[in-house]
């Protein structure tokens, strides 16, 4: 149909395809391939196992609608995965209310990683710690290279006799916020819930929490930007 060329009366449209005749004008095909614009068009016997993958990181529904429009299509996609995901059973079990976001403002870095704040903004690097020490640190910045600035609240591993050597043996600053700015952090709190959700669902789904993770980090979780992107 999309290389022969649709019907100019929308009856004579199939009716398995009649949902995709509002769409012909952006249908091309490629290496057999069915695209809408540069978002591959999904068979149905495909749809369940696409919502899924989407889901994988069992983030919210915007966070999902923003990951699928950027590689996937099919009609009424949008509805499909909002139901999904609405009722997700480990969401709904594992959904708390959220804190107020407000955040306190830096003045933007002109490079990535120069400025590296701890409970301050979206996450973009998740690990799993049994601790916060020098070590766990180190492990993150051999990854991501050392920041000229670490910033974070006030709690003991920072402020830490151990964790100032640290700063100080690998030339970075520590910026400690103030203890009297805690709604400054409702952002960073919001965040946190969410990353300690992905956990927790993980465990009880028995997933493989570094393939969540390489999904979560492939996602646009800020200005529809993914934590990979923001670090390049």
Sequence with gaps: MIMKGWPNDSRKVDSDIKNYNQYRGELTVIDDLIYK???????K????????????????????????QESIFWPNMYNEIRQVVANCALCLKYSTSQPK????????????????????????EIAELNNITSKS??????????P???????GTEFTSLEFKNFASEWEFNVVITSATHAQSNGRAERQIQTAKGIFKKV???????????????NTPIFKN????QILT
């Design 225 to 228: 930007i993914s934590p990979a």
């Design 101 to 124: 976001d407000v955040l306190q403002r830096y003045k933007i870095p002109t490079l990535p990683w120069n400025k590296v704040g701890c409970d301050i903004m979206e996450i973009i």
């Design 203 to 217: 465990w009880e789904d028995k997933k493989d929490i570094d393939i969540v993770l390489l999904h979560y980090r």
């Design 37 to 43: 614009g540069q978002s591959i068009v999904v068979p």
């Design 137 to 146: 640190v180190k492990a993150i910045f051999a990854r991501h290279g050392i």
């Design 45 to 68: 016997s495909m749809k369940h196992e696409m919502v899924q993958k989407i889901h994988y990181t069992y983030l919210g529904i915007n966070e999902c609608l923003k990951l699928a």
């Design 148 to 154: 000229l600035t670490l910033v974070s609240g006030g």
